[in-house]
T-cell receptor, first 112, second 110 residues
């Protein structure tokens, strides 16, 4: 494993509540990513970070915000969760001089 | 937009070679071909990538046609643990958005 943990691994919450997912790496890699995976869609990029306090949007960023105050942590926040955000969320990391991304174990989020 | 086309599913007998095809007819000259796989309920796992030459590592071989419009991932001796969804992705070096598509579900049969 590439030294990536995600927490929580499972969460059930109600519509309208805020939710924060955490991705933690021990590799000191510059790039970090948040994807969501839904049936029939594969993985889709939500946001990514290219350094501390440096983030950018992916293809499905609406309804999500991110923060990276330390190299090792990348947080994904759903300010007001909706049922359409029920999904499996994966974090990934990438070293600066590599093309490959290395993925965490995922967080299964259910919004009721 | 889908840049790659893969069959939705394939079966392979345990111990035999699994050959997974991928079409990428619109690939650009500076785009690489990457393969990842995702075993049930786990995060995707990088397998191999290449630009135009064939590549081999401890997991698999990647054969890219001379015109680069298609490629084949070869698992030389498939095991039950190779049962997974395999994704073929074309991307520029250092690109941040990998388009995974829906991949090929490979089932290795005992």
């Amino acid at each position: 494993d590439a030294g990536i943990t995600q927490s929580p691994r499972h969460k059930v919450t109600e519509t309208g509540t805020p939710v924060t997912l955490r991705c933690h790496q021990t590799e000191n890699h510059r790039y970090m990513y948040w994807y969501r995976q839904d049936p029939g869609h594969g993985l889709r990029l939500i946001h990514y970070s290219y350094g501390v306090k440096d983030t950018d949007k992916g293809e499905v960023s609406d309804g999500y915000s991110v923060s990276r105050s330390k190299t090792e942590d990348f947080l994904l926040t759903l300010e007001s969760a909706t049922s359409s955000q029920t999904s499996v969320y994966f974090c990934a990391i990438r070293p600066l001089d590599y093309n490959e991304q290395f993925f965490g174990p995922g967080t299964r989020l259910t919004v009721l | 937009d889908a840049k790659t086309t893969q069959p939705p599913s394939m079966d392979c007998a345990e111990g035999r070679a699994a050959n997974l095809p991928c079409n990428h007819s619109t690939i650009s000259g500076n785009e690489y071909v990457y393969w990842y796989r995702q075993i049930h309920s786990q995060g995707p796992q990088y397998i191999i990538h290449g630009l135009k030459n064939n590549e081999t590592n401890e997991m698999a071989s990647l054969i890219i046609t001379e015109d680069r419009k298609s490629s084949t991932l070869i698992l030389p001796h498939a095991t039950l643990r190779d049962t997974a969804v395999y994704y073929c992705i074309v991307s520029q070096t250092g690109a941040n958005n990998l388009f995974f598509g829906t991949g090929t579900r490979l089932t290795v049969i005992p």
